[in-house]
């Protein structure tokens, strides 16, 4: 099995994200057992919002969820040593029209933003050139979050490897045999690695609370759920899991 967090100290690498928080609630305990050493850049695609959990910063609006969301992916980068922040500034589901059902079932193809966020991601990974790119699965079909995995898809072909983390907390929504069945047949994905990350977990956790727009008791608990069954079939714990291309090795 690769070790990961090796290879996130060895090469330069570019975390794509959705929205500010996916990286630190998917793969942050990766992050975390490499905190200060992994010389990463986080790219987060869609940084405009009108969501918020707290009801009082959703009617403060737009400008200042966007805001507050850019302060905490700030704090969290330096938090992990992240090297770089690259915001793309394009508007979320929120502000496109969708809600919160509306959103997880959209068809992306027929999203405006397909074309500009495969040619803004595109060009993000020509001018960063990384070693590796770890970029969302699209597991739970949020429709933020299947464009970028298409657009990190479509971008391939350049020698760059690619490989996809569980999507959470939306993997957590779905029984691991499905969430399985997703990724190895829509997908075209093989697991890669699965790493134990029980000794950073609370480091992981504390992370995520530093998206306190975003994260309550709730989405830590099945954040939680999910990482202990992935690390049930080695006997306990609590592990994070990344997929690649089948048969390519992680290069697409």
Same mark, same amino acid.
């Given at each position: 099995?690769?070790?990961?967090?090796? *290879?996130?100290?060895?090469?330069?690498?570019?975390?794509?994200?959705?929205?500010?928080?996916?990286?630190?609630?998917?793969?942050?305990? $990766?992050?975390?057992?490499?905190a200060g050493a992994?010389? =990463?850049?986080?790219?987060?695609?869609?940084?405009?919002?009108?969501?918020?959990?707290?009801?009082?910063?959703?009617? !403060?609006?737009?400008?200042?969820?966007? +805001?507050?969301?850019? *302060?905490?992916?700030?704090?969290?980068?330096?938090?992990?040593?992240? %090297?770089?922040?690259?915001? $793309?500034?394009?508007?979320?589901?929120?502000?496109?029209?969708?809600?919160?059902?509306?959103?997880?079932? +959209?068809?992306?193809?027929?999203?405006?933003?397909?074309?500009?966020?495969?040619? %803004?991601? !595109?060009? /993000?990974?020509? *001018?960063?050139?990384?070693g590796l790119v770890?970029?969302?699965?699209?597991?739970?079909?949020?429709?933020?979050?299947?464009? &970028?995995?298409? !657009? &990190?898809?479509?971008? =391939?072909?350049?020698?760059?490897?690619?490989?996809?983390? *569980?999507?959470?907390?939306? /993997? %957590?929504?779905?029984?691991?045999?499905?969430?399985?069945?997703? $990724?190895?047949?829509?997908?075209?994905?093989?697991?890669?690695?699965?790493?134990d990350v029980s000794?950073?977990?609370?480091?992981?956790?504390?992370?995520?609370?530093?998206?306190?727009?975003?994260?309550?008791?709730?989405?830590?608990?099945?954040?939680?759920?999910?990482?202990?069954?992935?690390? /049930?079939? %080695?006997?306990?714990?609590?592990?994070?899991?990344?997929? =690649?291309? =089948?048969?390519?090795?992680?290069?697409?």
């Open positions: 099995m690769p070790d990961l967090t090796a *290879e996130l100290g060895a090469a330069h690498t570019l975390l794509i994200a959705p929205h500010p928080d996916d990286v630190a609630y998917s793969c942050g305990g $990766l992050l975390a057992a490499r992994a010389r =990463a850049t986080l790219l987060t695609v869609f940084t405009r919002s009108s969501w918020a959990l707290p009801k009082r910063l959703r009617r !403060a609006g737009p400008d200042v969820i966007t +805001a507050r969301r850019k *302060e905490e992916e700030l704090r969290y980068c330096r938090a992990r040593g992240l %090297a770089r922040y690259v915001p $793309l500034g394009f508007d979320d589901a929120s502000l496109r029209g969708y809600d919160d059902d509306t959103e997880m079932t +959209a068809d992306p193809a027929r999203d405006p933003l397909r074309e500009p966020v495969a040619r %803004a991601v !595109a060009a /993000a990974v020509r *001018e960063l050139r990384p770890l970029a969302p699965a699209a597991v739970g079909g949020h429709v933020d979050h299947l464009l &970028v995995h298409e !657009a &990190v898809r479509r971008s =391939a072909g350049d020698g760059v490897r690619r490989l996809y983390y *569980e999507d959470l907390p939306y /993997a %957590a929504h779905h029984a691991l045999p499905a969430v399985e069945g997703l $990724l190895s047949g829509s997908r075209g994905l093989v697991p890669y690695a699965t790493t000794g950073v977990f609370q480091e992981k956790v504390r992370g995520m609370y530093v998206y306190g727009s975003q994260t309550d008791d709730e989405c830590v608990r099945e954040v939680t759920l999910h990482a202990r069954r992935v690390a /049930a079939p %080695a006997g306990g714990g609590r592990a994070e899991r990344v997929w =690649a291309v =089948a048969g390519a090795a992680g290069n697409p």
